[in-house]
């Protein structure tokens, strides 16, 4: 789980890199229905992780239907189909220790 978390914090270093600046995780699947891997993604990436509050949604589904719905000419945008399916998210935050804790073995994973 943190071997995972690790690559998440260097994919979005190097969006950091490239001024492409990222608010917040959406963690949707299996992962997200874990009781500790979202607090370890938000801990690692120091970003707040936001988790589906129905884990009963099928997002792939989902994603499909919204570019379908697009590519059909139904949603005049892609911004506008996913407004028709929104879903609610609940959010976790990371722990500000636990930061300290993962920076440091974040540097010893990258070496």
């Not at 500790?36 to 994603?63: Q, R, S, Y």
């Not at 506008?80 to 994973?109: A, M, T, V």
């Amino acid at each position: 789980m943190e071997g995972v978390g690790f690559q998440v914090k260097k994919i979005l270093n190097v969006l950091k890199e490239r001024g492409i600046k990222v608010k917040n995780i959406k963690m949707v699947g299996g992962g997200s229905k874990s009781k500790i891997w979202p607090n370890i993604i938000a801990d690692i990436t120091g970003l707040d992780v936001l988790i589906p509050e129905n884990h009963k949604e099928d997002f792939a589904t989902k994603g499909a239907a919204i570019i379908a719905g697009y590519g059909s000419g139904i949603f005049p945008s892609l911004h506008e189909g996913y407004n028709k399916f929104k879903s609610n998210f609940k959010e976790i935050k990371p722990d500000q220790d636990n930061i300290k804790f993962y920076e440091e073995k974040f540097r010893l994973f990258e070496k």
